[in-house]
């Protein structure tokens, strides 16, 4: 067998079931890339303006090669109503289970000593899942495991676009994959219409200020009134403009144990999340994305929800989150009583 058959069949043993390998040139939308940044459509994600992003070689020099690897997430199926006794909230397919930023890397550590004890001497390597200052989406096509859609996600002809990334730069040659050069997309434009704020722009590429997924995770601040009402349930990330996609209609990839849902999740009780204390939050999640939110981020999250559900059975939850010592807890609280009480005919 092959170096090149061996790495693969050794990466789908532990869980990879994608696997393409490229070449270390720059990627090619680096350009576009640059002019998202230049007009600010990365909001406070300053992380992503790391100019290495430029050039894989510039991570790590001694490059020769790219493994891309890919693993399933849990599909959320189609947007369907919430006909819960109580509201609930809705938390993004991606962090139902563990956080895969804690599950890969030790899958790509145990693939990069496969790979070393392969070659039988020391190879230059490097090895990430999202955080790394890469490309991932445009490495991905150019590896042959499918094309970049409208929406922004990398969508697999077969497995749809439910699947997390990592990669593995080697400082050896291996055979590339031929790149995915088709775009499958044609004229739909599903996600753009399910996108509930319009952030999806006709250049492909979104503009995060407005996404809700930011919005309601990476973002430290408040949630901008004028987008409060279109978060809906969404307490952490959305899965809109994934869930409108045709493609992701019959995905056969099956999902990775590691990332099932875990008890109490994805649909939290809205009332009973915003009483968490911090004890109570990092207990909850530990080791799961939602940590990355913290509880503030969380818990302001959960108040809008609350205001958007309408539900005045929730008004006492709100008023002691009134008293929450963080003041962006207490300023969305103020927020969701409002709503709640516009419902009911108060203001
Ligand atoms: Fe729009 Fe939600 Fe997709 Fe962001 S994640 S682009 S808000 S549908
Ligand atoms: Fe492409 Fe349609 Fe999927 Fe959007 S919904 S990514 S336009 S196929």
């Not at 909001?43 to 070689?57: H, I």
């Not at 090669?65 to 919430?82: D, T």
């Not at 995060?208 to 901008?224: D, T, V």
């Amino acid at each position: 067998m092959s170096l090149k058959n061996a790495i693969k069949e050794e990466a789908r043993r532990l869980g990879f079931a994608l696997t393409g390998i490229t070449t270390p040139e720059p990627p090619p939308h680096w350009q576009a890339y640059e002019h998202w940044l230049s007009l600010g459509r990365n909001a406070s994600m300053s992380y992503l303006s790391d100019p290495r992003r430029a050039d894989p070689r510039l991570v790590l020099p001694e490059c020769r090669s790219i493994l891309v690897l890919g693993v399933g997430y849990p599909q959320p199926g189609p947007a369907a109503q919430n006909h819960a006794p109580r509201p609930v909230g809705r938390i993004a397919a991606y962090a139902w289970g563990s956080d895969y930023h804690l599950v890969l890397p030790q899958r790509l550590k145990v693939l990069a000593a496969f790979i070393q004890a392969q070659v039988g001497s020391p190879v230059p390597i490097y090895w990430t899942t999202d955080t790394g200052p890469l490309l991932e989406r445009d490495l991905a096509q150019r590896a042959g495991l499918g094309w970049i859609g409208k929406n922004t996600c990398l969508i697999h002809p077969r497995f749809g676009s439910y699947i997390l990334l990592a990669e593995i730069l080697l400082g050896i040659e291996l055979e590339p994959d031929a790149p995915f050069t088709s775009d499958r997309c044609g004229r739909c434009t599903r996600c753009s219409a399910a996108c509930p704020t319009g952030c999806i722009l006709p250049d492909r590429t979104l503009d995060a200020r407005r996404c809700l997924s930011y919005l309601s995770i990476e973002n430290k601040a408040e949630i901008p009134p004028e987008l409060r009402l279109q978060l809906g349930n969404r307490v952490f990330g959305c899965d809109a403009c994934q869930q409108a996609c045709p493609w992701n209609r019959d995905p056969k990839l099956p999902p990775d144990p590691a990332f099932n849902a875990r008890p109490g999740l994805p649909e939290p009780e809205l009332a009973l999340e915003l009483a968490l204390s911090p004890q109570e939050f990092k207990r909850k999640f530990k080791d799961n994305p939602v940590l990355r939110s913290k509880r503030v981020g969380y818990l302001r999250n959960v108040a809008v929800a609350l205001g958007n559900a309408g539900d005045p059975a929730a008004l006492p939850a709100l008023e002691r989150a009134l008293q929450d010592p963080e003041p962006l807890i207490r300023e969305h609280a103020v927020w969701a009583v409002e709503q709640i009480q516009k419902g009911m005919g108060i203001h």
